[in-house]
């Protein structure tokens, strides 16, 4: 990590603290008092690392912007769990925006009312999920984009923070692939003010304990699997099929125990 910078939450307190003190957190909005800044998070791989740092954010009073994948290859906001994770989110008061990913086009050129139209199907998706309007919106893996994304201040009615627009009015910071390149944001905080300031951070960086990037990717990504695998187990007790097929189809007493089950004797050597 650039500088052996560490990405961990009690860092992220410390951050968001100092940026606290000298300006104020009005979601995307920059039209209010300066100096300003929109704290955003794109939450590409952990939603599990977002609500933890949602979390901080309102034990300290500042309110960020939060924007989630519809199509995202690492979860399903359709899933009760991950509904319940970005609802609670929202109860904690932050700004929540579509992140849209142009990989669900099939075509490079296509027509551009056929993408508002998929637009605003995520849109209307997620903001009946989490019972909540969506603000804010920005393209996920946008400098792969570059050519195909819309460069208008507003897409369906929500506050295109891809925009050159808006870039041009902030000084702009991110934590993409979990390393800082110019300088670090702590590095930023310590100089002096800007008058609106765009920090872009990616949540499954910022953990417990410090980590490389890919490792935070893998803990990410192997979590979710393990939580799966937990789950399906949990399944079959809950519908007695436990004791009737665990043997036969391989489950070890490491993966019951694993799944906070008992035992079964028919399972015990």
């Known amino acids: ?8 939450e009690l860092k992220y307190r410390d951050l968001i603290l100092a940026a606290s003190l000298k300006y104020s957190f009005n979601g995307s909005d920059f039209s209010g008092a300066s100096p300003s800044v ?12 977002a609500l933890a740092m949602a979390r901080i954010e309102a034990s300290v009073g500042v309110r960020c912007v939060y924007h989630f994948l519809v199509s ?14 970005f609802r609670e989110i929202v109860i904690l008061g932050h700004e929540v925006g579509l992140h849209f990913d142009m990989d ?5 050129c296509l027509a551009e009312d056929l993408l508002m139209e998929r637009i605003l199907l995520e849109k209307n998706l997620l903001s009946q999920l989490l019972n909540c309007e969506l603000v804010s919106f920005s393209f996920h893996n946008h400098v792969l984009h570059l050519e195909n994304i819309v460069d208008s201040e507003e897409i369906c009615g929500m506050r295109n923070l891809a925009s050159p627009a808006f870039y041009r009015q902030a000084k702009y910071l991110s934590d993409s692939n979990g390393i800082w390149r110019e300088e670090t944001l702590e590095e930023l905080l310590s100089g002096a003010s800007f008058s609106k300031l765009h920090v872009l951070t990616h949540p499954v960086w910022w953990t417990p304990e410090p980590l490389v990037p890919l490792k935070c990717v893998s803990r990410a990504v192997e979590g979710r699997a393990r939580a799966n ?6 399944i079959m007790q ?17 993966d019951l125990q694993s799944a906070g089950l008992f035992v079964p004797k028919e399972l015990q050597d």
Do not use: A
Request: glycine share 4%; hydrophobic share 30%; with cysteine.
């Open 38 to 49: 929109c704290w955003r998070h794109d939450v590409d791989y952990s939603p599990h690392r």
């Open 72 to 85: 995202s290859r690492y979860y399903n906001v359709l899933e009760p769990e991950i509904t319940k994770i």
């Open 1 to 8: 990590m650039t500088k052996n910078y560490e990405f961990t």
């Open 229 to 234: 695998k937990i789950m399906y187990i949990q």
């Open 238 to 254: 809950r519908d007695g099929r436990l004791k009737e097929i665990g043997e036969l189809i391989g489950l070890t007493e490491q």
């Open 104 to 108: 669900v086009i099939e075509s490079e």
